[in-house]
């Protein structure tokens, strides 16, 4: 049986041309781009013009690009650098984040920090609950852009305002980390316009390869627990994978020339599979096309209590329907998502009982028509 792919949020298919742009790089660029040999430097000088039109295309710099692993990785450099400092201090993220945010709390509050997580009622984090929790040993805020499991659109630009100006009155200087991987090409996303410190981006959520990802990084202070032979300007030692990072570059730059039409083709399948939900009397659990447009069409989540989330995805998987219940990224996805749930004030029934459809372009009308009949 044919799948129906509705889990994009979990990863995308590799477009072909970044498909064919990976199998081009692999055969022309032979040599490491380390090597002081002629293949090196041409190896070299295709991932600097790599790394400047990555800065181009996300509004930033090309030194503040590092390419790593994916969003995990971008995440985790930034998070386990303030095990580098001498003198513990206080850390603020919300309940909401990815586990590659929040898996690093316990080892954190092992080595003396005090990790604050804010709760998000509703799947938005609360900038005056924000601004309460700031102190004057706060030295960095995680809050993500668009929330994987619910696809909401969190207020950065008014929480870094709230963080700078307590900043002016405090006199120390606070990173502001940004999990952005749902963001970049579903969103409109752009460095230029935040005054974030770093942001975490990964490939294979926009029809690149997996195992690729950006950092983006403008805090010279921030230092890695990774050591090596200083790739990266030392942040992410180990020879870079020049084909995986032109094939990145390629999906990166397709899927932001047609973020307008892509957009638009979303918002439409979403709305087909929300008024399904609704008419099969099932409980939306993602914001409505009508009650907020601070969230993601790519993804929408909702409930079908009492038949547990495990349950029914095997049900519509039999009927070649591919959906989740939450993150990927864990052995116990369910467990990942009912943990955003609560942090949301979801009830624990509709937390266990959860269903996530992540959607794309690619999906056809007809398809999408019929994975509204089936629900």
């Given amino acids: 049986m044919i799948k129906h792919y509705f889990d994009w949020t979990a990863t995308t298919p590799v477009l072909q041309n970044a498909l064919d742009e ?17 293949e090196g430097i041409r190896a070299k000088s295709k991932l600097n013009e790599l ?20 969003g995990t990785e971008s995440d985790s450099i930034i998070m386990n650098s303030p095990l580098t400092q001498p003198v513990p201090g206080h850390i603020i993220t919300t309940g909401i984040e990815h586990s590659a945010v929040l898996e690093h709390k316990k080892t954190l509050e092992n080595h003396g920090w005090i990790v604050t997580s804010l709760n998000c009622p509703s799947g938005y984090i609360n900038p005056a609950q924000l601004e309460k929790n700031l102190n004057s040993k706060t030295k960095l805020v995680c809050i993500m852009a668009v929330n994987n499991v619910t696809g909401t659109v969190q207020p950065i630009t ?8 307590f900043e002016k009155n405090n006199g120390r200087k606070i990173h502001i980390h940004c999990d ?14 935040l005054d ?8 294979h959520k926009f029809g690149g390869p997996r195992g690729i990802g950006i950092l983006f990084n403008r805090n010279k202070s921030i230092n890695s627990l990774s050591n090596g032979g200083g790739q990266e300007y030392g942040l992410r ?20 020339s047609g973020f307008e039409e892509n957009y638009s083709t979303v918002m439409h399948f979403r709305r087909i599979v929300e008024d399904a939900v609704l008419e099969k009397g099932y409980t939306l659990l993602s914001p409505s096309c009508a009650s907020s447009n601070r969230f993601s069409p790519y993804i929408i989540t909702f409930s079908v209590k009492p038949t547990p989330s495990e349950v029914y995805i095997r049900m519509m998987d039999d009927k070649g329907f591919c959906m989740s219940s939450g993150s990927a990224c864990s052995s116990n996805s369910r467990g990942k998502a009912e943990s955003v749930l609560s942090a949301m004030n979801i009830d624990p029934l509709n937390r266990m009982s959860a269903i996530r459809v992540s959607l794309s372009q690619l999906n056809t009308e007809q398809e999408v028509k019929e994975l509204a009949k089936e629900l």
């Fill in 22 to 38: 990976y199998c081009r790089i692999s055969s022309e660029f032979i040599g490491n781009p380390s090597s002081v040999h002629s």
């Fill in 51 to 70: 790394r400047k039109r990555t800065a181009a295309a996300i509004g930033s710099e090309p030194d503040e690009i590092f390419f790593t692993s994916g």
């Fill in 196 to 203: 974030i410190d770093s942001a975490a981006f990964s490939s």
């Fill in 237 to 256: 030692p180990g020879t870079e994978n020049l084909p995986a990072i032109a094939a990145m570059v390629t999906a990166l730059e397709s899927s932001l």
């Fill in 180 to 193: 952005a991987v749902q963001a970049l090409g579903k969103t409109e996303f752009c460095l230029k316009n």
């Fill in 158 to 165: 008014e929480c870094v305002d709230i963080i700078r100006n």
